[in-house]
Protein backbone atom coordinates (compact mmCIF):
# COMPACT_ATOMS: atom_id res chain seq x y z
CA UNK A 1 0.00 0.00 0.00
CA UNK A 2 1.08 3.41 -0.76
CA UNK A 3 1.88 5.92 1.65
CA UNK A 4 -0.94 8.93 2.31
CA UNK A 5 1.51 11.74 0.73
CA UNK A 6 1.60 9.67 -2.86
CA UNK A 7 -2.32 9.25 -2.85
CA UNK A 8 -2.45 13.13 -4.08
CA UNK A 9 -2.89 13.04 -7.76
CA UNK A 10 -5.21 9.59 -8.02
CA UNK A 11 -7.64 12.25 -8.26
CA UNK A 12 -6.45 14.31 -10.90
CA UNK A 13 -5.50 11.23 -12.83
CA UNK A 14 -9.57 9.88 -12.23
CA UNK A 15 -10.42 13.05 -13.97
CA UNK A 16 -8.84 12.19 -17.47
CA UNK A 17 -9.54 8.69 -17.24
CA UNK A 18 -12.74 6.77 -18.72
CA UNK A 19 -15.29 6.16 -16.35
CA UNK A 20 -14.74 2.29 -17.24
CA UNK A 21 -10.66 2.74 -16.76
CA UNK A 22 -10.48 4.63 -13.23
CA UNK A 23 -10.54 1.50 -11.22
CA UNK A 24 -7.33 0.17 -13.09
CA UNK A 25 -5.32 3.25 -13.13
CA UNK A 26 -5.27 3.18 -9.36
CA UNK A 27 -1.04 2.45 -9.33
CA UNK A 28 2.19 3.85 -9.06
CA UNK A 29 5.57 4.31 -9.36
CA UNK A 30 8.36 6.45 -7.83
CA UNK A 31 11.92 7.40 -8.53
CA UNK A 32 14.71 8.44 -6.28
CA UNK A 33 18.50 9.92 -7.33
CA UNK A 34 21.12 10.11 -5.06
CA UNK A 35 24.97 10.86 -4.94
CA UNK A 36 27.74 8.98 -3.61
CA UNK A 37 27.48 10.26 -0.50
CA UNK A 38 23.76 8.64 -0.37
CA UNK A 39 21.79 12.63 -0.08
CA UNK A 40 19.22 12.83 -2.97
CA UNK A 41 20.60 14.49 -6.06
CA UNK A 42 17.34 17.64 -6.87
CA UNK A 43 16.89 18.95 -10.39
CA UNK A 44 18.15 16.15 -12.63
CA UNK A 45 16.32 15.40 -15.37
CA UNK A 46 14.24 12.02 -15.45
CA UNK A 47 12.18 9.83 -17.39
CA UNK A 48 9.95 7.57 -17.25
CA UNK A 49 7.89 5.59 -19.74
CA UNK A 50 4.88 4.35 -18.45
CA UNK A 51 2.73 0.81 -19.14
CA UNK A 52 0.35 2.77 -21.70
CA UNK A 53 3.22 3.95 -23.52
CA UNK A 54 2.88 7.39 -22.81
CA UNK A 55 6.39 9.34 -20.51
CA UNK A 56 6.66 11.88 -18.11
CA UNK A 57 9.45 13.60 -18.81
CA UNK A 58 10.60 16.25 -15.67
CA UNK A 59 13.00 17.23 -13.17
CA UNK A 60 12.97 15.67 -9.71
CA UNK A 61 12.29 17.79 -6.95
CA UNK A 62 13.95 18.71 -3.73
CA UNK A 63 14.18 15.47 -2.41
CA UNK A 64 15.71 14.09 -5.88
CA UNK A 65 11.99 12.73 -6.25
CA UNK A 66 9.97 11.95 -8.90
CA UNK A 67 6.65 10.11 -8.22
CA UNK A 68 3.67 9.43 -10.44
CA UNK A 69 0.25 8.45 -9.08
CA UNK A 70 -3.14 7.10 -10.56
CA UNK A 71 -1.58 4.83 -13.68
CA UNK A 72 -2.38 1.36 -14.73
CA UNK A 73 0.08 -1.27 -13.95
CA UNK A 74 2.80 -3.14 -15.50
CA UNK A 75 6.07 -2.62 -16.76
CA UNK A 76 8.12 0.78 -16.77
CA UNK A 77 11.41 2.22 -18.07
CA UNK A 78 13.40 4.87 -16.34
CA UNK A 79 15.61 7.28 -17.98
CA UNK A 80 18.12 10.03 -16.84
CA UNK A 81 18.27 12.03 -20.50
CA UNK A 82 20.88 14.32 -19.32
CA UNK A 83 23.06 11.85 -17.92
CA UNK A 84 25.82 9.53 -19.98
CA UNK A 85 24.31 5.38 -19.37
CA UNK A 86 28.12 5.42 -17.51
CA UNK A 87 27.36 8.18 -15.14
CA UNK A 88 24.41 6.24 -12.96
CA UNK A 89 23.48 2.99 -11.50
CA UNK A 90 20.68 1.03 -10.14
CA UNK A 91 20.65 0.97 -6.51
CA UNK A 92 17.08 -1.56 -6.72
CA UNK A 93 14.02 -0.80 -4.73
CA UNK A 94 13.59 0.88 -1.56
CA UNK A 95 10.82 0.90 1.00
CA UNK A 96 9.00 4.49 0.44
CA UNK A 97 9.48 7.05 3.44
CA UNK A 98 6.03 7.09 5.55
CA UNK A 99 6.22 10.62 5.06
CA UNK A 100 7.89 13.45 3.03
CA UNK A 101 8.96 17.01 4.04
CA UNK A 102 9.24 20.16 1.36
CA UNK A 103 12.47 20.91 0.20
CA UNK A 104 15.55 19.30 1.74
CA UNK A 105 17.73 19.28 4.49
CA UNK A 106 21.20 19.73 4.74
CA UNK A 107 20.80 21.38 1.02
CA UNK A 108 23.70 20.44 -0.92
CA UNK A 109 24.66 21.55 -4.67
CA UNK A 110 25.13 18.28 -6.35
CA UNK A 111 23.59 19.36 -9.66
CA UNK A 112 25.38 21.57 -12.27
CA UNK A 113 24.19 23.66 -14.85
CA UNK A 114 24.27 21.26 -17.63
CA UNK A 115 26.25 22.48 -20.75
CA UNK A 116 24.62 20.52 -24.10
CA UNK A 117 26.93 18.61 -26.00
CA UNK A 118 26.67 18.29 -30.23
CA UNK A 119 26.17 14.48 -31.78
CA UNK A 120 30.07 14.22 -32.23
CA UNK A 121 31.29 15.21 -29.45
CA UNK A 122 33.01 18.87 -28.02
CA UNK A 123 36.36 20.34 -27.75
CA UNK A 124 36.22 22.44 -24.31
CA UNK A 125 39.09 24.61 -23.81
CA UNK A 126 40.03 24.09 -19.81
CA UNK A 127 39.76 27.28 -17.56
CA UNK A 128 41.71 28.03 -13.99
CA UNK A 129 39.76 25.77 -11.46
CA UNK A 130 38.60 23.30 -14.32
CA UNK A 131 40.04 19.33 -13.40
CA UNK A 132 38.55 16.13 -15.10
CA UNK A 133 35.71 15.56 -11.97
CA UNK A 134 34.56 19.52 -12.87
CA UNK A 135 33.95 18.67 -16.63
CA UNK A 136 32.73 15.38 -15.85
CA UNK A 137 29.91 17.12 -13.53
CA UNK A 138 29.37 19.84 -16.45
CA UNK A 139 28.99 17.60 -19.05
CA UNK A 140 26.84 15.02 -17.49
CA UNK A 141 29.88 12.21 -17.82
CA UNK A 142 31.84 10.67 -14.80
CA UNK A 143 35.37 11.29 -14.59
CA UNK A 144 35.84 7.53 -16.36
CA UNK A 145 34.76 7.71 -19.46
CA UNK A 146 36.50 10.93 -20.13
CA UNK A 147 39.76 9.60 -19.31
CA UNK A 148 39.52 6.55 -21.57
CA UNK A 149 38.56 8.50 -24.93
CA UNK A 150 41.31 8.12 -26.93
CA UNK A 151 40.42 11.60 -28.35
CA UNK A 152 41.98 12.16 -24.95
CA UNK A 153 45.58 10.53 -25.34
CA UNK A 154 47.50 13.57 -25.91
CA UNK A 155 46.75 14.90 -22.86
CA UNK A 156 47.10 11.91 -20.72
CA UNK A 157 50.51 11.94 -22.25
CA UNK A 158 51.10 15.95 -21.36
CA UNK A 159 49.73 15.15 -17.56
CA UNK A 160 50.27 12.67 -14.86
CA UNK A 161 46.91 13.47 -13.31
CA UNK A 162 43.86 14.75 -15.20
CA UNK A 163 42.78 16.29 -11.84
CA UNK A 164 45.61 18.76 -12.13
CA UNK A 165 45.07 20.71 -15.42
CA UNK A 166 46.01 24.26 -16.96
CA UNK A 167 44.19 26.42 -18.60
CA UNK A 168 44.57 26.14 -22.35
CA UNK A 169 44.64 22.79 -22.12
CA UNK A 170 41.81 21.22 -24.67
CA UNK A 171 39.93 18.17 -23.19
CA UNK A 172 37.57 16.04 -25.60
CA UNK A 173 34.26 15.90 -24.52
CA UNK A 174 32.30 12.63 -26.04
CA UNK A 175 28.44 12.64 -27.26
CA UNK A 176 26.27 11.06 -24.14
CA UNK A 177 25.46 7.44 -24.69
CA UNK A 178 21.76 6.81 -22.94
CA UNK A 179 20.01 3.63 -22.01
CA UNK A 180 16.82 2.93 -19.77
CA UNK A 181 16.92 0.34 -16.58
CA UNK A 182 13.64 -1.73 -16.09
CA UNK A 183 11.21 -0.70 -13.44
CA UNK A 184 7.28 -1.39 -12.69
CA UNK A 185 4.86 0.13 -10.83
CA UNK A 186 4.00 -0.41 -7.11
CA UNK A 187 7.66 0.16 -6.09
CA UNK A 188 10.29 3.25 -5.52
CA UNK A 189 13.42 2.30 -7.42
CA UNK A 190 16.46 4.33 -6.44
CA UNK A 191 19.76 5.20 -8.30
CA UNK A 192 22.86 6.69 -8.30
CA UNK A 193 24.72 9.61 -9.66
CA UNK A 194 28.37 8.10 -9.91
CA UNK A 195 31.34 10.22 -9.23
CA UNK A 196 29.31 13.21 -7.96
CA UNK A 197 30.00 14.75 -5.26
CA UNK A 198 33.47 14.64 -4.77
CA UNK A 199 35.68 13.72 -2.22
CA UNK A 200 37.87 16.11 -0.97
CA UNK A 201 41.08 15.00 1.18
CA UNK A 202 43.13 17.66 2.93
CA UNK A 203 45.73 17.17 5.37
CA UNK A 204 46.08 19.61 8.32
CA UNK A 205 49.47 20.64 9.74
CA UNK A 206 51.37 23.23 12.06
CA UNK A 207 55.14 23.62 11.80
CA UNK A 208 54.73 20.54 9.71
CA UNK A 209 53.10 18.61 12.62
CA UNK A 210 49.83 16.99 11.85
CA UNK A 211 46.80 17.80 13.42
CA UNK A 212 46.00 14.47 14.59
CA UNK A 213 42.46 13.54 15.67
CA UNK A 214 41.44 17.18 16.00
CA UNK A 215 37.41 17.94 15.09
CA UNK A 216 37.06 19.87 12.07
CA UNK A 217 34.51 22.26 10.08
CA UNK A 218 34.43 22.96 6.51
CA UNK A 219 32.58 25.68 4.68
CA UNK A 220 32.04 25.13 1.04
CA UNK A 221 31.90 28.66 -0.99
CA UNK A 222 31.46 30.75 2.17
CA UNK A 223 28.16 28.77 3.43
CA UNK A 224 29.09 27.36 6.85
CA UNK A 225 25.25 25.80 6.08
CA UNK A 226 25.08 22.70 5.77
CA UNK A 227 27.85 22.45 8.09
CA UNK A 228 30.40 19.88 7.01
CA UNK A 229 32.13 18.23 10.21
CA UNK A 230 34.06 15.41 11.88
CA UNK A 231 37.38 14.89 13.06
CA UNK A 232 40.99 14.41 11.24
CA UNK A 233 42.29 11.07 11.47
CA UNK A 234 45.75 9.76 13.38
CA UNK A 235 47.71 11.53 10.55
CA UNK A 236 46.11 14.81 10.40
CA UNK A 237 43.98 14.15 7.06
CA UNK A 238 40.09 14.48 6.96
CA UNK A 239 37.88 13.86 4.16
CA UNK A 240 34.59 15.21 3.05
CA UNK A 241 32.25 15.41 -0.14
CA UNK A 242 31.92 18.39 -1.92
CA UNK A 243 30.17 19.65 -5.29
CA UNK A 244 32.38 18.79 -8.10
CA UNK A 245 32.22 22.69 -9.04
CA UNK A 246 32.83 24.54 -5.88
CA UNK A 247 35.45 27.03 -5.76
CA UNK A 248 36.67 27.52 -2.01
CA UNK A 249 36.61 25.81 1.34
CA UNK A 250 37.38 27.32 4.74
CA UNK A 251 38.67 24.21 6.83
CA UNK A 252 39.14 25.19 10.70
CA UNK A 253 40.79 22.44 12.75
CA UNK A 254 40.69 22.40 16.77
CA UNK A 255 38.84 23.59 19.82
CA UNK A 256 38.53 27.21 20.87
CA UNK A 257 40.80 29.10 22.03
CA UNK A 258 43.68 26.96 19.43
CA UNK A 259 41.64 26.90 15.73
CA UNK A 260 43.82 26.36 12.50
CA UNK A 261 42.24 28.04 9.77
CA UNK A 262 43.20 26.86 5.98
CA UNK A 263 41.57 28.42 2.96
CA UNK A 264 41.86 26.05 0.11
CA UNK A 265 41.08 27.23 -3.62
CA UNK A 266 39.99 24.23 -5.27
CA UNK A 267 40.94 22.63 -8.58
CA UNK A 268 43.43 25.82 -8.96
CA UNK A 269 46.41 23.97 -8.79
CA UNK A 270 49.28 23.50 -11.69
CA UNK A 271 50.97 20.65 -12.96
CA UNK A 272 53.79 20.57 -10.50
CA UNK A 273 56.64 21.22 -13.72
CA UNK A 274 54.83 24.54 -13.06
CA UNK A 275 56.34 27.61 -10.51
CA UNK A 276 52.76 28.26 -9.74
CA UNK A 277 52.01 24.47 -9.13
CA UNK A 278 54.82 23.99 -6.17
CA UNK A 279 53.86 27.50 -4.62
CA UNK A 280 50.10 26.29 -4.87
CA UNK A 281 51.48 22.71 -3.30
CA UNK A 282 53.41 24.76 -0.73
CA UNK A 283 50.93 27.10 0.08
CA UNK A 284 48.29 24.39 1.05
CA UNK A 285 51.14 22.73 3.43
CA UNK A 286 51.16 26.47 5.24
CA UNK A 287 55.05 27.12 4.00
CA UNK A 288 54.13 29.55 1.72
CA UNK A 289 52.66 32.91 2.32
CA UNK A 290 53.19 34.62 -1.05
CA UNK A 291 50.91 35.30 -4.04
CA UNK A 292 50.61 31.99 -6.73
CA UNK A 293 51.86 33.81 -9.42
CA UNK A 294 55.16 31.60 -11.01
CA UNK A 295 57.83 34.12 -9.60
CA UNK A 296 60.36 32.80 -8.29
CA UNK A 297 61.75 35.45 -5.62
CA UNK A 298 62.64 35.09 -1.81
CA UNK A 299 59.42 33.80 -0.51
CA UNK A 300 59.38 30.75 -2.85
CA UNK A 301 62.96 30.06 -2.37
CA UNK A 302 62.48 30.37 1.76
CA UNK A 303 59.22 28.29 1.20
CA UNK A 304 61.10 25.59 -1.21
CA UNK A 305 64.28 25.51 1.64
CA UNK A 306 62.13 24.87 4.55
CA UNK A 307 60.30 22.10 2.82
CA UNK A 308 63.44 20.50 2.07
CA UNK A 309 64.25 20.66 5.80
CA UNK A 310 61.37 19.45 7.06
CA UNK A 311 61.90 16.12 4.67
CA UNK A 312 65.20 15.31 4.86
CA UNK A 313 66.30 16.54 1.58
CA UNK A 314 69.78 18.53 0.42
CA UNK A 315 68.61 22.02 1.05
CA UNK A 316 69.08 24.01 -2.15
CA UNK A 317 66.02 26.45 -2.07
CA UNK A 318 65.51 25.20 -5.58
CA UNK A 319 62.83 22.86 -6.59
CA UNK A 320 64.70 19.55 -8.55
CA UNK A 321 63.26 16.45 -9.48
CA UNK A 322 63.84 14.88 -5.72
CA UNK A 323 61.83 17.77 -4.28
CA UNK A 324 58.72 17.60 -6.75
CA UNK A 325 58.06 14.43 -6.48
CA UNK A 326 58.25 14.40 -2.25
CA UNK A 327 56.03 17.40 -2.40
CA UNK A 328 53.35 15.59 -4.91
CA UNK A 329 53.93 12.21 -2.00
CA UNK A 330 53.11 14.28 0.63
CA UNK A 331 50.63 16.72 -1.06
CA UNK A 332 48.54 13.67 -2.17
CA UNK A 333 48.17 15.14 -5.75
Given amino acids: ?50 PDGSARDEALDGEGFIAIRGIRPGPCAVTFPELDRDAWMS ?44 LAFLYGH ?52 IGVPSLLRFRALVGGQPLAREPFRVAIDGQANPAIEGATDGNG ?10 VSAEVRVGLPPQ ?30 EGAVDGGEGPATHAAVSQFQMRCGLPVTGEADDATRRRLLDLHQS
Fill in 1 to 50: MAPRWLDRGSEEAAQVLPSAERSAADDWIAVQLVGEDARPIPGERCRIQL
Fill in 91 to 134: LGEADLPSRRTNGRSPAQRWTSQRRPIPDGGTTHRVRQGENIES
Fill in 142 to 193: VSVTLRADARNAPLRAKRHNLNVLSPGDEFFIPALRRRSEAAHTGALHRFKR
Fill in 237 to 246: FLECFVPPDA
Fill in 259 to 288: VFRYTITLRTLDPITQTTGIQGRLKNLGLY
